[in-house]
Every structure is written in C-alpha cells, then in structure tokens.
C-alpha cells in the first residue's frame, strides 16, 4: 500500500508541476507575466511559515500563561500576511483582472504543499546537522 500512495504521490506532483508550466506559458503569452517563479517563491513559502509559526508562537503566549507575551506572535503573523497582500497586488498591478483573481487563487493554494515540504525539508537539515548520536549505556544492566 505504501508503494501505491508513493506512486500517487509522484503522480500527483507531477500533474502539479505540469499545470504549473501550462498556467505560466498561457499567462506569459496573455499577460508577460509568470506566476509560479522564484521570487513569488521566495515571497510566498516564507509569509506561509511566519502566518504558520507565528500563530504558534501567538497560540501559546496568548493561551498558556495569564499575561503572556503574545504580540510578538502576532507580529510575525501580521508580517506574513502583509507579504501575501503585497503580493497578490503586485498580480493585480502586473496582469489583466480575470487571469489576476485565479492566478492569484491557484498561486495561494498550490503553494501550501511547497510549504509543507519546506517545514520537513527543514526539520530534516536542523536534524542532520545536529548530529544526533546514540548513547549507549555501558553499566547498565539491560
């Protein structure tokens, strides 16, 4: 079962990549202008992880302690959305409205996978390059 959810997975992935480069040829021939590029990537994944651990970091101050310190929660979280509303009005600004209303509603959502990877991809380097080695207890008796 395992494998058949990894093919999907790849499948998946690729439907996406290939409507991705379909989106961007049909709006660089409409609009010269691509949605799904580096610097959106730049702008996009990032806003997503400081709304994402932002809201943690706002969640827990503001709900675990009496008179937690939860504005600098909401700061990062109001960071990352202002990236996307600057964002989606640079799509506004650059293309006609109709292809800037979905572009910008297909850039929103296919973006969050990205970030999903992004979050393991990190947590999978900040564990590789702590270096985490076994203990082994010589004396115990187990």
Known sequence: MIVLT???LVIAGLAVY???????????????YTFFSAEHSMAIIP???????GH?????????????DWLN???VMGLG???L????MNNFKKTPRRIAIFG???????YIPFTLVAIITIAATLALASQIKPVYNINGRD
């Open 6 to 8: 990894l093919i999907g």
């Open 18 to 32: 290939g409507f991705m480069q379909w989106f961007n040829g049909y709006t660089q021939k409409e609009a010269s």
């Open 56 to 68: 943690g970091w706002w969640s827990n101050s503001y709900y675990s302690t009496p008179h937690g």
């Open 47 to 53: 806003s997503y992880l400081m709304i994402f651990f």
């Open 73 to 75: 929660g909401a700061i």
């Open 104 to 110: 910008s509603i297909v850039q929103l959502i296919l």
């Open 85 to 88: 509303i600057l964002t989606i």
């Open 81 to 83: 959305i202002l990236i």
